[in-house]
Every structure is written in structure tokens, then in C-alpha cells.
């Protein structure tokens, strides 16, 4: 017995416990299910409003006249504009109520859902809006049971579903948008001589941007554009001008260096016109040497010539004169 009593214990327990914890919730659902959490500008959506888990017997009636009698749903359809801008390292966010419409429902206790035709009649435009800037579309309810006088009882529960709206405008101005983000993202990732740019970075980017687009995530899109548009389009501009920096930075030394060779070119050039010079120079200097050589060798054999001659005339004079007196001596 001691055993089973801890069992029966716990399974009372088990079976105690949902009726004590559970307590009323209430779903709001959208028929088609809007994807990415966004709806349709002109679309008509089924919306199905369901009360979970009521028990009467836990609702406390202190104060309330007549029995309760039926489930009301009083309800408001908001649309809210917001957008932001930054500015500096700082950044500001603002918000319009745009249109409220309220909503009333009724069921039965026994059938605690609803249903009503929800059509989205204006978009962003029609209420001034701009493309990047943002229209909520809300449904809050609040769920009251109607006593039999006629009377709202206690409320229940409230609950507040809120969509994105999208509409024609939105989409064109982002495919467009991501026209511009590809044209810049292209052209300066193909540059050459910019080291400090994460060429992954951006074209991750730009690929998260085009699969947002072609899933038909238009909030994500939204998001990722501001991203860019706000900051990283920043980012990369900075480092397109360091780069630019440091390729002024290459050329100013190439520009000296294209200096020092153009100087040097000049020393070059007139030092082969001096050594042209001195070639001719000394070529005109062989010329006369050979020249005056050989005029000098010319002399030399004439010299030669004429001192041989004036010997030759010599030795004859003399052996004519050793002649003569020989004569007159005999």
C-alpha cells in the first residue's frame, strides 16, 4: 500500500495539474497564411479568431448582473506608419497612426471562434507613405463575455497580431534599389588596387538581397537596403577612398621616380653628346696626327735624301780636289 499510494498521488497530480495551469489564449489567424509575415495591399484575407482553453468556473462574475450569455469580440484594424533615419552615429525613429477601424464579434460560449472578412483596401501610398518606410497592419482584440442583460462581463484576454503590409510600389522600389546596390557592389569589387575592401562581405550582401527579393521577402529586403544604405554603402566608400589615398600616395612616388628618370635621361643623352664629341674630337686629332706623320716621315726621307746628296758631293769634291793637287804636283 505504501508503494501505490506515491503513484496515485502523482497520477492525480497528472491529471490535476492542465486544469489548474491552463488558462484561456486566444489565436488570430489569416486565411491564406501571409508569408514572411507580410500581407497584401487589396488582398481580402479570411481572419479566424479563436478563444482556447474558457472555463467559466474559474471567471470570476463579482459585480457582473444577469449569467453570461455570449463571447464578444471587440476588436480595432490599425494601420501604423514608422520609419527611421540616421544621422552621425546617431539614429531616430518615428511613427504614424494612420487609420483605426473597429471591429465587433460575437459568438456563442460553445463556439468560441469567429471569422470575418479582412480586405486591405488602401496601401502605403494611399495613406502618404514612402517605399522605405514601413505600414503595420494590426488586428487587437480584446474578448469580454456579453452577459444576458445585454452587458459586457469581465475580458477575458486581449491579444495583438501584427503584419507588414507590401504592395506594387514597395516591390518596384526595392528591385530597383538592389539594381543600384549590384551596379555599385560590381564596380567595386572588379576594381583592382583596393587591398583593404571584404570583397566577401558585399557580395554576400548583395547575394542575401537578391534571394530576399526572389523568395518574396520584401521585409527582410527592406532591412537589408537600410543596412547598406545607412551604413555599409559608408564603409565602402572609405575604403574606396583609402585606396585612392594610397594609389595617390604610388603614384606621387611614381611621378618622382618618372622625375629622377627623365633627369637622368638628360644626363645621358648629354653624355653621348659629349662622348659624341670627343670621338669626332679625337677622330679630327688622329687625322692631323697621321697627317703630320706622315709629313714628318715625307721631311725625314727628304732630309734624309739631301744629307746623303750633300755627302755624296762632299766625298766628290774631295776626290776631285785630292786630284787636282796631285796634278800640279807632278
Known amino acids: ?15 490535476s495539474a ?3 495551469m491552463a488558462e484561456p489564449s486566444l489565436s488570430i489567424e489569416l486565411h491564406p497564411e501571409p508569408v514572411y509575415n507580410q500581407v497584401w495591399a487589396y488582398e481580402t484575407y479570411l481572419a479566424n479568431l479563436t478563444l482556447h482553453d474558457l472555463n467559466l468556473s474559474t471567471v470570476d ?3 457582473y448582473t444577469g449569467t453570461p450569455s455570449e463571447l464578444l469580440f471587440e476588436g480595432t484594424l490599425m494601420w501604423r506608419g514608422k520609419g527611421g533615419y540616421d544621422f552621425g552615429q546617431a539614429s531616430t525613429g518615428y511613427s504614424y497612426t494612420l487609420d483605426d477601424i473597429p471591429v465587433t464579434l460575437t459568438s456563442s460560449l460553445d463556439d468560441s471562434s469567429v471569422y470575418f472578412n479582412l480586405t486591405l483596401e488602401k ?3 494611399d495613406y502618404g507613405m514612402k517605399p522605405y518606410e514601413s505600414v503595420d497592419v494590426s488586428l487587437r482584440f480584446n474578448v469580454y463575455i456579453l452577459m444576458s442583460g445585454g452587458s459586457n462581463g469581465p475580458k477575458i484576454i486581449s491579444k495583438t497580431s501584427t503584419w507588414s503590409l507590401v504592395d506594387d510600389t514597395k516591390v518596384d522600389y526595392f528591385e530597383g534599389k538592389f539594381s543600384e546596390m549590384q551596379g555599385e557592389i560590381i564596380t567595386v569589387t572588379e576594381a583592382t588596387g583596393i587591398t583593404t575592401l571584404n570583397r566577401a562581405k558585399y557580395l554576400d550582401l548583395l547575394n542575401t538581397m537578391n534571394a530576399s527579393l526572389t523568395q518574396g521577402n520584401y521585409v527582410e529586403a527592406q532591412k537589408i537596403w537600410k ?4 551604413k555599409e554603402r559608408a564603409n565602402m566608400i572609405l575604403a574606396l577612398v583609402h585606396a585612392s589615398d594610397l594609389q595617390s600616395e604610388e603614384l606621387d612616388r611614381l611621378a ?14 648629354r ?9 669626332t674630337t679625337y677622330t679630327a686629332l688622329s687625322n692631323t696626327y697621321h697627317k703630320v706623320n706622315a709629313e714628318l716621315n715625307s721631311a725625314k726621307r727628304n732630309l734624309s735624301t739631301a744629307i ?13 780636289g785630292r786630284r787636282g793637287i796631285r796634278r800640279r804636283e807632278e
Request: aromatic letters at 18%; glycine letters at 2%; a negative charge.
Open 123 to 125: 496601401d502605403a501610398f
Open 227 to 230: 543596412d547598406y544604405d545607412d
Open 271 to 279: 653624355l653621348i653628346e659629349e662622348y659624341d664629341f670627343l670621338e
Open 61 to 63: 462574475l463579482t459585480g
Open 1 to 15: 500500500m505504501k508503494k501505490i499510494l506515491p503513484l496515485i498521488i502523482f497520477a492525480l497530480f497528472c491529471f
Open 18 to 20: 492542465p486544469m489548474i
Open 256 to 269: 618622382t621616380i618618372e622625375n629622377e628618370l627623365i633627369l637622368a635621361q638628360r644626363e645621358n643623352t
Open 308 to 320: 746623303t746628296a750633300v755627302f755624296l758631293t762632299a766625298i766628290l769634291f774631295y776626290f776631285l
